[in-house]
């Protein structure tokens, strides 16, 4: 940053906080949401110059298509046509990651038990 800039910033953003600027601001108390939060802290730069450029990796497209049928299905009512319609689309998704990522049951169920016995030898 620019020597002296970051003083003039924090002069500025306490003379706001006095006057009020900030007080009832959308979502105040409330923590924010990021909307790349599912990507790993040390790919969020990179997904974010691809995300700027109009490229998603398919891996994090089909995990933004995820959430948002998991949304969707969160405000249909339960056991409904729609919800199990959602379900579906949801199993397919999570099927077409396992390809994208060329995992699968087995792997998946690998990993999982590789992780207990780690977490198992750190307690």
């Known amino acids: 940053m620019i020597p002296g800039f970051e003083s003039i910033v924090e002069e500025r953003i306490k003379a706001a906080q006095k006057q009020g600027r900030f007080d009832k601001l959308e979502g105040q108390g409330k923590p924010l949401v990021f909307e790349d939060s599912h990507v790993p802290d040390e790919l969020r730069m990179a997904h974010k110059i691809l ?3 109009g490229f ?3 891996e994090v497209e ?3 298509q995820m959430t948002h ?3 969707l299905m ?3 009512e339960q056991a409904s ?3 199990a ?3 579906r689309k949801l199993n397919y998704l999570m099927a077409k990651l396992d390809a994208v990522r060329s995992t699968g049951p087995v792997s998946t169920l690998a ?3 590789y992780r207990t016995s780690l977490l198992r030898k750190i307690k």
């Open 51 to 53: 995300k700027n450029s």
């Open 56 to 58: 998603l990796p398919p």
């Open 62 to 64: 089909i995990r933004k």
């Open 69 to 71: 049928v998991r949304e």
């Open 74 to 76: 969160d405000q249909a």
């Open 81 to 83: 046509a729609d919800q």
């Open 85 to 87: 319609k959602l379900h």
């Open 111 to 113: 990993r999982d038990q």
